[in-house]
């Protein structure tokens, strides 16, 4: 067919092996149009890989069949790679179903085979004249510069031009852009003060007329985080018991014009609330948009009974994964001038009338919060301890630590010098199982092996990732198998797209934050029976 022939059959071949490879299982279950993508995706690169394997055999001078053979040998693997296609396609739907079984997730429709193919075609297509435009941008350049310098460096100065070229629109033009577009779009909707609040009338709330803090400075999350601070009667409903209405200070991106200024701005009104007065002090990093989980606040607040002050500053307008990218080092900044901030006023108290001093932070706020400090600052005075829930894979510390763990331990569920320092903790277990031998600087991660924000790897383009290792994690497919490059177009997508409910994936269940804030702070006069109804009330 002259259709066919614009197309290398090794290269069509591949794709359809890693085509259907994509169709695979991996931390969270796939709606139909991601699996499109990634298919679209995984065909691409495996028609890439079929070309430049020919053309690598071509180039070595290497034997080739004869022509009958080699028809043959066609025809033998195209009707294996449609065959496995075709089984790959026909068992997709229930390999997504049996993730939603495993995380208790509704049915629903499953992978229709003519909507991946429909929407995997385009983005082949898409992706194979990119490389189309960059071939014939190298060769351009190449016989322009063929006509002044030998054939070899002409191709070796023609590829590094047309990498070059193609970066500078992508990342400069394209990608730019598109940011600033964002960024723009998310601080509108930021400033917004929507109907349904109000600046609070207690001078002690942060926003309200007598704070430091105007208002307006608190940024939209601010806001919503600061109105929804329980009254001390509505605590005191939900225990039982009397309890006080907890502290919360929040400092904006609007608040000052420096992550140093907002610091000493929060530190100030840290201290007009009567914040170094309770008995806990958290000090928490929000992810990219400075949002803070209510199942980690609220539970703390619940578990020492409102007496708590929580103080964080925002750092960024972007969601994590595009803070990330772009702002990293931003967040690392207004995370370590409010740690230092707090720490150095904090340190200088009498140790004896002074709170004890948590960090928190969720998936960027995790990363984050463990820059903040260095441990040469805080040896002769450390902190208590704290709670880092679904971890980023770029985390040094969770990094560093789970290379390093003990023998005979699971990559998803570390156990690190025998839990002294550092434990870990998903939703099956809890962090006093390691024993009481645990130190007065504590650190615990709480993650679910199910995560691709903390179980994303670069390497597993081209390694099986330790983490997939017998034994898996208990809510992890035993379906999922490693693939070159397919593997970390799947992880990419889950970690860019995929959903699941509370105490899977990166959706930390209120419930496990209730077992680590006691296992880290141990709040008095909790027992079991009272623990479990506690879980129920934010179950519900």
């Not at 301890?385 to 331990?409: H, I, K, M």
Request: hydrophobic share 45%.
């Amino acid at each position: 067919m002259p259709l066919l022939r614009q197309f290398s059959v090794t290269g069509l071949l591949v794709g359809t092996l890693l085509f259907a490879f994509s169709l695979t299982p991996s931390l969270l279950p796939r709606p139909w149009l991601v699996q499109g993508v990634i298919s679209g995706l995984s065909f691409a690169a495996g028609y890439g890989l079929g070309v430049g394997g020919h053309w690598l055999w071509h180039y070595l001078e290497l034997p080739e069949p004869g022509p009958r053979l080699l028809r043959r040998i066609k025809l033998v693997a195209s009707v294996f790679c449609l065959l496995a296609a075709g089984v790959f396609l026909w068992r997709a739907s229930g390999w997504q179903e049996s993730i939603r079984t495993l995380m208790e997730m509704e049915p629903v429709d499953g992978i229709r085979p003519i909507r991946v193919a429909l929407v995997a075609t385009p983005v082949f297509i898409a992706v194979l004249l990119l490389a189309r435009l960059f071939r014939r941008t190298f060769r351009s350049l190449s016989q322009r510069l063929g006509r002044h310098v030998p054939r070899r460096i002409s191709h070796l100065v023609s590829l590094v031009g047309a990498i070059m070229l193609f970066w500078a629109v992508i990342d400069g033009v394209i990608f730019a852009l598109t940011l600033r577009a964002l960024d723009n779009s998310y601080q509108r909707v930021d400033l917004l003060i929507p109907d349904d609040i109000d600046p609070p009338a207690d001078p002690q709330l942060t926003g309200s007329d007598a704070s430091l803090i105007s208002w307006e400075g608190l940024g939209l999350r601010g806001r919503r985080f600061i109105t929804a601070t329980p009254s001390a009667d509505e605590l005191s409903q939900v225990l039982g018991e009397p309890a006080r209405r907890p502290i919360r200070v929040y400092a904006g991106l609007n608040a000052a014009e420096t992550p140093e200024e907002r610091a000493e701005m929060a530190l100030a009104e840290l201290i007009r609330v009567g914040g170094f007065e309770r008995s806990v002090l958290l000090l928490a990093t929000p992810t990219g948009r400075g949002w803070l989980d209510p199942g980690a606040q609220n539970t703390l607040e619940a578990l020492h009974r409102g007496d708590v002050a929580t103080v964080t500053a925002q750092y960024s307008y972007l969601p994590s994964p595009l803070a990330l990218l772009t702002e990293g080092e931003y967040g690392v900044e207004m995370a370590r001038a409010l740690f230092h901030e707090v720490y150095d006023h904090w340190s200088a108290l009498p140790t004896g009338s002074r709170p004890a001093l948590y960090l928190h932070g969720l998936s960027l706020g995790a990363l984050n919060s463990d820059s903040a400090f260095d441990l040469y600052d805080i040896i002769d005075d450390p902190f208590q301890g704290a709670l880092w829930s679904g971890p980023p894979f770029r985390s040094e510390t969770w990094r560093s630590v789970t290379d390093e763990r003990d023998p005979n331990s699971p990559a998803w569920l570390p156990r690190f010098r025998d839990g002294r320092v550092v434990r870990f903790m998903n939703q099956h277990t809890d962090l006093m199982e390691q024993g009481d031998d645990w130190g007065d600087f504590r650190i615990a991660y709480l993650q679910y092996a199910s995560d691709p924000v903390t179980f994303f790897e670069p390497r597993s383009l081209y390694r099986e990732p330790d983490w997939m290792r017998e034994p898996r994690g208990p809510d992890v497919s035993p379906d999922l198998r490693w693939y070159p490059i397919v593997t970390m177009l799947q992880l990419l997508a889950d970690l860019a797209t995929g959903s699941a409910p509370p105490g899977y994936g990166h959706e930390i269940a209120a419930e496990d934050y209730i077992d680590a804030w006691v296992a880290l702070t141990e709040p008095e006069g909790w027992t079991e029976t009272e623990l479990d109804r506690l879980k129920g009330h934010f179950q519900r």
